[in-house]
Nanobody
């Protein structure tokens, strides 16, 4: 499956941003979808994931209460709504697709088969 992220930009601290990831090439609903990020000089880290059905989600502690992952299987798109953004949220954000059972929410890199090219999010005043 091919993935293309969009929506990243410069935003002020406390602001909001919605990232999108459009999928093509395979049946979107067959994949759990995840969001990861990588800040300069740091390893890539898990942010959020959503099950194939959309009924289950999982978040990193840093994202809980501020970020919301959702998906629209009819549009082959997964979203990451980010609120109350902080400078430490600055990173390249990647979406990923992983083969999974219907309700599973994978959170490890190795559980994902396909990755997008990333979109830059910068939180700064």
């Amino acid at each position: 499956v091919q993935l293309v992220e969009s929506g990243g930009r410069l935003v002020q601290p406390g602001g909001s941003l919605r990232l999108s990831c459009a999928a093509s090439g395979r049946t979107f609903s067959n994949y759990a979808m995840g969001w990861f990020r990588q800040a300069p000089g740091k390893e890539r880290e898990f942010v959020a994931t959503i099950s194939r059905s959309g009924g289950r989600t999982r978040y990193a502690d840093s994202a809980k209460g501020r970020f919301t992952v959702s998906r629209d299987n009819a549009k082959n798109t997964v979203y990451l709504q980010m609120n109350s953004l902080k400078p430490e949220d600055t990173a390249v954000y990647y979406c990923a697709a992983g083969s999974a059972t219907y309700y599973y929410t994978p959170y490890a890199d190795e559980e994902y088969d396909s990755w997008g090219q990333g979109t830059q999010v910068t939180v700064s005043s």
